[in-house]
């Protein structure tokens, strides 16, 4: 993985929400690099910082958050210091986004086709004829059956999932070099799930695509990413190639949520869970996130927060490693 | 769509029915006597009161006589009108196409403004151009509009004579009343272009433009706050998150994508003060001395003629069913979801 160079390099990332009780910084120093045609799963759960990380990426936060430290790199540019009009040819041509709830990221009041085709344009200087043949392609592409047609449609005339496979053909329309899906599939039905997901999976290794995917769903995982990166209370905790991870993962907090997977063979009466609740963002403690969680707690971890040990491309910020290391 | 129009429109008659009802049962008020006194021009003629009383039957059941206004209303004859001193459809034809033309042009310049002030308000939140849009339309909107129509009045055509206040000038009636004037809209801002009349047009677009800023002026502070509000709801949506992520220049973003859905509501406000414009321009048409159909309704109403009063309410009730009406048309143009379902 270490080989190729990465697409894309996200060092020391801190972003910090401006609120009433002053400033909450919610990503406190997140780094990594995506190497190019693979996938990195970003998993972590609500709160940990997941969604802020996609959104930062594209400098796409609400007013409210800002970037207070760190660089993105990506095409040996720092993506947080171009300026707007620079950032914006990145924006959906270089970089695209895949969101959460498809119903809600369309407009409602623009046909489907329209949203399609002026993603394209605002890309490329070709006529709207061109352009409308290329969206009504990618529409078909993406399985939408009768494409022709539904291009003259609009959000409220297509399902959840027809939904997301028109963010999907949006997100791909120009042939971008990264793709981030965040939670693309929490909105929708459980049995279309899995046919997005296997979509997006399809389409990124067709294209040869590098693609960031966030999710809270540690099952969802295993399919699709070479990589994985557990995100909690803002902080990586572990980061390793998939298989590493399910096999032998290092930190209590990924053996915890790897624990609560509930197996259909085996049957149980009580559902494995990780006692305690996430960390409320603006409650710092200088330790680790996951220390009063923690079953296997040392008095350190409460005092310093542990660096990430590496051991050959398998890192994981624990104390207990320190002395493997 | 074509039934939904065809069930507002069966609605049409049962809204006249009650709100004519309720002006006639109002006058009923009124003995007969005064009720008859009204057609009595001369002091001598008083001794003809039972007479008239007899002739029109005021001492009649209410329903009947009731009735009786609702026939003729329907073959066409509101009555004559004593204070206008023509029939009161007469009246109507002639007063409320200036009163239209003043309310069209006046929504025209409220939406615009409305709109525009709204959207810099939203884009620029808590800037100075937010500050002054907001100062500017709430003091429009608190100054009571006699107040502004008399500043204007005393500025514009006091002290710098731009705009001519009163009737139209004598050149104008003449020329309109003359043979040679074609009247094919009845709107004079229309029919002077139509008949390459330019004085004509610049005489009656003159008198148009101070009652149509004060108008606007007190009420565009209400769509700006509508405006406003709606447009920063929309940008805080996710589908303008989806059209920043595209790539899409700010342009677009604001106007194209968050302006299109903001604008739903304005409609509905819009088409509430031009109805409102429509039936009760009354103050600034008394103001201007403007020929519009507020200043016919405000002296019918003094002079207790209640021919002329049921004739305006009627034309109230049914501009006010229509005006909704055109609303709801107007909404399916602009959201897909209400027009495809």
Redesign the interface.
Same mark, same amino acid.
């Given at each position: 993985m270490i080989a190729s160079a990465p697409v894309l390099d996200v060092q020391d990332l801190h972003v910090s929400f401006s609120t009433e009780e002053g400033t909450v910084e919610v990503l406190k120093g997140l780094s990594y690099s995506l190497p190019k045609g693979k996938v990195l799963a970003v998993v972590g759960e609500s709160g940990s910082g997941k969604t802020v990380h996609a %959104?930062s990426l %594209?400098r =796409?936060l609400?007013p409210t958050a800002r970037i207070t430290k760190g660089h993105i790199v990506f095409d040996g540019k720092d993506l947080t210091s171009l300026s707007?009009s620079q950032l914006?040819? &990145?924006?959906?041509?270089r970089i695209?986004?895949i *969101?959460q709830?498809p119903m $809600?990221? =369309?407009?409602? &009041? =623009?046909?489907v086709g329209e949203q399609l085709q002026? $993603?394209i344009l605002?890309?490329r200087k070709i006529s709207k004829l061109r352009a409308k043949a290329l969206a009504v392609r990618l529409l078909k592409k993406v399985g939408i059956a009768d494409a022709a047609k539904r291009y003259n449609q609009?959000p *409220?005339?297509f399902s959840g999932g027809m939904c997301q496979r028109v @963010?999907i053909a @949006?997100a791909l329309a120009l042939k971008p070099d990264v793709l981030i899906a965040d939670e693309p599939t929490t909105a929708l039905d459980v049995t279309i799930q899995a046919q997005i997901l296997r979509l997006i999976k399809d389409l990124q290794s067709q294209a040869g695509m590098s693609a960031v995917f966030i999710t809270h769903n540690l099952a969802l995982v295993a399919d699709v990413a070479d990589e994985v990166l557990v995100l909690y209370g803002g902080l990586c905790m572990e980061q390793a190639p998939v298989h590493t991870l399910f096999k032998n993962p290092l930190h209590p907090y990924t053996q915890g949520l790897l624990n609560s997977l509930v197996s259909i063979k085996k049957k149980e009466d009580f559902l494995p869970a990780i006692a305690g609740n996430p960390p409320v963002p603006g409650t710092e403690c200088p330790g680790c996130p996951f220390a009063p969680r923690c079953p296997r707690v040392l008095k350190k971890c409460f005092k310093e927060r542990p660096p990430l040990f590496n051991s050959k491309g398998h890192k994981a910020a624990c104390w207990l490693l320190e002395e493997k290391a | 769509m074509f039934n939904y129009v065809l069930r507002r429109l069966l609605l049409l008659p049962v809204v006249i029915l009650g709100v004519t009802f309720l002006l006639f049962f109002l006058t009923q008020r009124l003995s007969p006597e005064m009720r008859a006194s009204l057609y009595i021009k001369d002091p001598r003629q008083m001794g003809s009161l039972e007479e008239v009383i007899q002739k029109y039957g005021l001492r009649d059941n209410m329903f009947k006589q009731y009735g009786r206004w609702l026939g003729n209303a329907l073959k066409g004859d509101l009555g004559y009108s004593q204070s206008a001193n023509m029939p009161v459809a007469q009246a109507i034809k002639a007063y409320l196409p200036a009163t239209i033309q003043l309310a069209v042009v006046t929504i025209v310049l409220v939406v615009f403004f409305g709109v525009w002030f709204g959207c810099v308000s939203a884009v620029k939140k808590d800037k100075w151009q937010d500050v002054l849009a907001r100062v500017f339309s709430v003091g429009g909107f608190s100054l009571p509009i006699f107040v502004l129509g008399l500043l204007l009045l005393m500025l514009f055509y006091g002290k710098l004579g731009w705009f001519a206040p009163g009737g139209y000038s004598v050149y104008t009636d003449a020329v309109v009343h003359g043979g040679s004037f074609h009247s094919y809209t009845g709107f004079l801002l229309i029919d002077s272009l139509l008949n390459l009349n330019f004085r004509v047009f610049w005489d009656v677009l003159s008198h148009l433009v101070l009652p149509a800023v004060t108008l606007c002026i007190g009420s565009f502070a209400l769509m700006v706050r509508v405006m406003r509000s709606s447009m920063l709801e929309e940008l805080g949506k996710d589908y303008v998150r989806t059209a920043r992520a595209k790539g899409l220049s700010p342009w677009q973003v604001t106007y194209k994508h968050a302006g299109k859905n903001a604008v739903i509501p304005v409609i509905t406000l819009a088409s509430i003060q031009f109805i409102r414009l429509l039936g009760g321009t009354v103050i600034v048409e008394t103001i201007f001395e403007y020929p519009g159909i507020g200043r016919f309704g405000v002296i019918a109403a003094q002079q207790l003629d209640i021919a002329g009063i049921m004739g305006f309410s009627l034309m109230v009730a049914v501009l006010f069913v229509l005006g909704n009406l055109l609303s709801d048309i107007l909404y399916t143009a602009v959201d897909p979801r209400i027009r495809l379902d």
């Open positions: %959104l %594209l =796409l609400p707007e914006r040819k &990145v924006r959906g041509a695209s986004m *969101f709830d $809600t990221s =369309l407009n409602p &009041v =623009l046909t002026e $993603t605002a890309h609009y *409220f005339q @963010m @949006m | -």
